[in-house]
């Protein structure tokens, strides 16, 4: 897929040790990029043991480590030179672990349960990651559905959508980054806040 010309002409500048010939004519060496969790919480114990944080769901355009563009609401495209360290669903994985695990509220959250269930397992399934451009300027938008089930019951307890908007300053990709870093941080910190009232524990009493 071609990538508008503003959008191409202002990626491809930023190429390191490459032009934009180089990067039209073949496959660009790309940036790898990875975001971060929110800072760290401490909080009161939970009602929860162990909570198991299932690899999200996405649709193929998004289960992938390429960064995408959304020129409009049909059409999907990719910075053409970056990518994300890992596949989205991996990498939100990654950070929901990191963010819940180091509130303390739990004995063990993890991609995977010690013994044969978890507790509480959080299944969720991406819906936005990516850049929208418009004639209002550049934006950075994320969205997560997520529901928490009782491994044991086999039933849900809490269900929540959430969502990041972020603008971004500029097309080129060390506009992009620290927006998306930006966002999915917000979105991360409202997933964990979520779980944690889901889980019997008053996110305002963390610190």
């Known amino acids: 897929m071609r990538l508008p010309t ?6 491809t ?3 390191p040790g490459c032009g934009a010939l180089s990067a039209l004519q073949g496959e660009p060496q790309r940036d790898l990029f990875e975001l971060r969790a929110p800072a760290a919480l401490s909080c009161p114990r939970s009602r929860i043991g162990e909570l198991v944080i299932e690899p999200p769901k996405a649709r193929g355009t998004l289960d992938s480590n390429r ?17 994300w360290g890992d596949t989205v669903p991996a990498m939100l994985q990654r950070l929901l672990v990191e963010s819940l695990s180091a509130t303390g509220s739990f004995d063990q959250v993890g991609r ?4 044969l269930s978890g507790d509480v397992a959080m299944i969720s399934e991406v819906q936005d ?9 550049t934006l950075i938008r994320l969205g997560v559905g997520a529901q928490l089930v009782d491994e044991m019951e086999a039933k ?3 269900r929540g959508r959430f ?3 972020v603008p971004a300053a500029g097309t080129r990709t060390a506009d992009l980054i620290p927006a998306f870093d ?13 779980t944690l009232d889901a889980a019997g524990v008053d996110p305002g009493a963390c610190r």
């Open 182 to 194: 930006a966002a999915t941080r917000h979105l991360i910190g409202q997933m964990t806040a979520w």
């Open 6 to 11: 503003a959008l191409l002409i202002a990626a």
């Open 163 to 165: 969502a990041a908007d």
């Open 67 to 83: 960064i995408m563009i959304r020129p409009s609401a049909l059409q999907t495209q990719y910075l053409p030179d970056a990518e």
């Open 156 to 158: 849900v307890i809490a």
């Open 13 to 15: 500048a930023t190429l």
């Open 129 to 137: 990651f990516n850049v929208d451009l418009s004639a209002d300027g």
């Open 112 to 115: 995977a349960p010690l013994g």
